[in-house]
C-alpha cells in the first residue's frame, strides 16, 4: 500500500507515527532496530485497545505535538530528543534519533543536541549517549535505501 | 537597534553568559527579573572564584555548548529550555526563556517547546510552565526597546 | 468559622477543577492557602488562552484523568499525590493534599499516603513532606465550614 | 517447605512480600516472569545476609508500609504502582503490578492507574507503560491457577 | 564570634540530629539560617507526633544512616550530599553541608564534592550549587565559635 | 603480583579511566564484567571520534573530577557511586562499584554507601542495589588475582 520504497514501513513514509512493520524479512543484522519497533507496535496496539478514552487521547496529543508548526518537524524532534536524554529513557531516545534522521537531522546536529544533553544532563547521560550512538547507526544502515 | 534601555548587560549584548547586572536603578516592577540575575551573577562570581579548575572548567564548557555551530543559537537555547523544563528547574527555564528570547524566538515557538515538554514530562511541568509564561512577560517587558 | 469567605469557588463545589477564586477578602491567616489558589488560576487563564490547541487539550485530560470511574475520586487523587510526592513537586503536592481532602481523605488514610512516598522516594521526600503537612493544615483550616 | 498450595510461592500465600521461589520445574512460557522472581529473591536474601542492620531494617519497613491501615492493601497496592510508574522503574512496576493484581486489582483499575501516570509522568513513562501491560498479561496468565 | 547565640543546640553538640533550636533571640543576619532549621524542627516534630510508626521508622533510620561505621561521620556527610546535590534538593544540601562543616568538613573538600554532583548531574545542578555555596558562608559565619 | 590473568587493562593499571581492554580470551564466567567494559570501550571510542569538541572536554573534565585532591581516590568513587546510585543508572553504579574496589574500598565500606543511597533515594534503589552486589561479586571475582 505504501510502495516499494517503504520495505520497512516507518512513520514518515506512512505519516502515522505509530505505523507497524509488518512481517517482512528482514536481515539478521538489522534485529536489535527492528525488535525494538516490533515491540513498541505490538503493545502500542494492545494498550490504545485496552486503554481508556483518557490512554488514547494522550497517545494522540503525544502525536500531534511533534507535526510542525511555527516550529519544523526536524527541531521538534531534536527538542523530544533533549528531553528524552536528559530524562534517560533509551526508548524515547532511540525513537527520536530515528525520527530526527528521518527528518533531516545531520550526524554534526546530531551531536551537538547530545552535546547539550550531556552538559545540562550530565556524565549521567553517558551510558545513554553511548546507546544513542550506536542506534544511529543502525538507523543509518536501516535507512540506506529509504 | 535596542537603544538606550539595553545599558543591562545582557548575555547576547556582552558575548559573555554571565556578564553580571551593573548597579543601575530599574523600574520596581523589574524587579523579579534583575533580583534572579543579580543573584546568579554574584553567586557565579564567588563559584569561579572559589571553586577548582574543574568547576571554572565546567562552567566554561556550559558556555560553549550553546554557540552557534551546525544548529543555530536559538534552536540550541530552545533545546536547552525543552531540557530544562522536563528536569523541572525553574532558575534554568528561566535562564533559557531569557536566552531563547534575545536569540528570536517567537511565543509561538516558546510555546511549541512548552507543548513538548508538558507531554514527555506531564503534568508535573505544569507548575514549572506557569512560571516560565510568567517569567517570559518578564522578559518581554525588560526588553521592550530591545 | 471562615464563614461567608468560604464562597471561594472550590474544586468541589463548582465541579471544575481549575476555578478562580474572585477577590474576595480573605482573612490574612488564609493568605498562603489563597495566593496559592490564586497564581494557580491566573496562569492557568494565561496558558490556555495563550497556548495551543496541544496546550489546551493537555490541560482538559488532566482534569478527565481524575474523574470517578472503576476507581474512586478519592483514590485517584490520593494516586495523584503519591505520584507527586515522588516526583517531588510543592505545587503539585499541595493541589492533590487540597484535592484529596475534598473528596474525604482523613488524616490517617493521608499519611498512610505520605508513608509509602516516603518509602518509595526516600529521605529526598521529606522537605516535601514538611510542606505537604502543613499545607494539610492550611486546608483544614479553610475547610472548616466547608 | 511451603507447602502443596504454594506451586509458586507468592507474596499473598505465603504472607511475605520476599519468598523465593523454589527451584521447581515451570513451564517455560513463564519464564520471564520467574526469572524475574528468581532473581529478585536470590540478590534480597544476599542483600539481607551481608547488609547493615539498617539495610535489614529499610527492607523491613518496606513491606510494612504496604500492609492494611486506613487505606486497604489493593488501594497501596496501586499508590505503589502510580509511584512506581512515574519514577519509571521496571522492576518495582512489575512487582507492584503483580502485588496489585493478587490484591485483587481489575484491569480497569489498573489502567485507571496507567491514565494517572502518564498523565503525571507524560510519555517518557509509555516504554514502562508497554512493559507493564505486557507483565500484567505475563501475571494474569500466571494467576489462572493460583 | 557568635557568642551567646551559639547556644543554639546544633547536632554535634547535641547528639541529636533533629534537636530543635529554642526561641533564643538571633542576630538578624543569622535568620535565614535558622529560619531554616526552625522550620524543619517544628515540621519533624509535628510529622512525628502525627505519623505511623513507619513514619518514626524511617526518620530514625535516616539518623542511623550516617552514624560513622566502616566508614566515619565526615565522608557519610559528603555521600549524603553528593546524593542530594544531584537529586536536587535544596533543604537536603543545606543540611548535608551544616551537617558536613560541623563534621569537620573544609572548603575545599565541600568544593570537590560538588564537582562530582557538578559532573554527574549537569548544569541543571548549578542553581542548587549557588545556594550551597551561599548556604556554606552562613554556616562558617554561625560556627564561627564552634 | 596479580599475574597474566590481569592483562586485561583495568582503570587503576593503566592510569587512564578509559581504557579498553584487548581481545584476550577470558574465562567465560567473566563474560557479563567483560562484555560491559568492552562496549564501554568501544563506545567511548566512537563518541571521542566523532563527537565535538565540547564532547571531548566533557569527557575529559568526568575523569579529572576523581583525581585525588583534598579527598582521596577512594572516597571520590564512593561519592560517584552514592551519586549514581540515587540518580538509578546502573553502568554509572556499575562503573564506580569497580572503580571503588580499585581503590581499596572493603564490602563494609560499600554497604554503609548503599545504606545512604538506600535512605536518601528509597525503595526505588533496591533494583539497582540488586544489580550493584551481583556486580560487586563479579568484580571481586575478577579482581582476585589483583
Same sequence: chains 1, 2, 3, 4, 5, 6.
Avoid at 530526527?100 to 544532563?121: M, P
Amino acid at each position: 500500500m505504501v510502495g516499494q520504497a517503504s520495505r520497512l514501513p516507518c512513520v514518515m513514509d506512512t505519516g502515522r507515527r505509530d505505523a507497524c512493520p509488518t512481517g517482512q524479512n528482514l536481515p539478521s543484522s538489522m534485529s536489535r532496530y527492528d525488535e525494538f519497533r516490533a515491540f513498541r507496535c505490538e503493545m502500542n496496539e494492545k494498550i490504545l485497545a485496552r486503554g481508556t478514552t483518557t490512554t488514547r487521547r494522550f497517545f494522540n496529543l503525544d502525536t500531534r505535538a511533534y507535526e510542525p508548526g511555527a516550529l519544523d518537524a526536524k527541531t521538534k524532534e531534536l527538542l523530544g530528543l533533549s528531553a528524552s536524554m536528559v530524562l534517560r529513557c533509551d526508548d524515547c531516545i532511540a525513537y527520536h534519533v530515528d525520527q530526527s534522521i528521518k527528518a533531516g537531522a545531520s550526524d554534526e546536529e546530531l551531536f551537538e543536541v547530545f552535546d547539550i544533553a550531556l552538559i545540562v544532563g550530565g556524565s549521567i547521560v553517558i551510558p545513554h549517549l553511548r546507546r544513542a550512538v550506536e542506534f544511529s547507526e543502525l538507523c543509518r544502515a536501516r535507512g540506506g535505501s529509504d
